[in-house]
């Protein structure tokens, strides 16, 4: 359960910051 919380919030950090990214 802890790895699949850690797993979500990894994915949504990273789904923020790809179009930072792009924007860059």
Same mark, same amino acid.
């Given at each position: 359960?802890?790895?699949a919380a850690r797993?979500?919030?990894l994915?949504? &950090?990273f789904w923020?910051?790809?179009p930072a990214l792009? &924007?860059?």
């Open positions: 359960v802890i790895g797993r979500a919030s994915f949504r &950090a923020l910051l790809v792009h &924007a860059w």
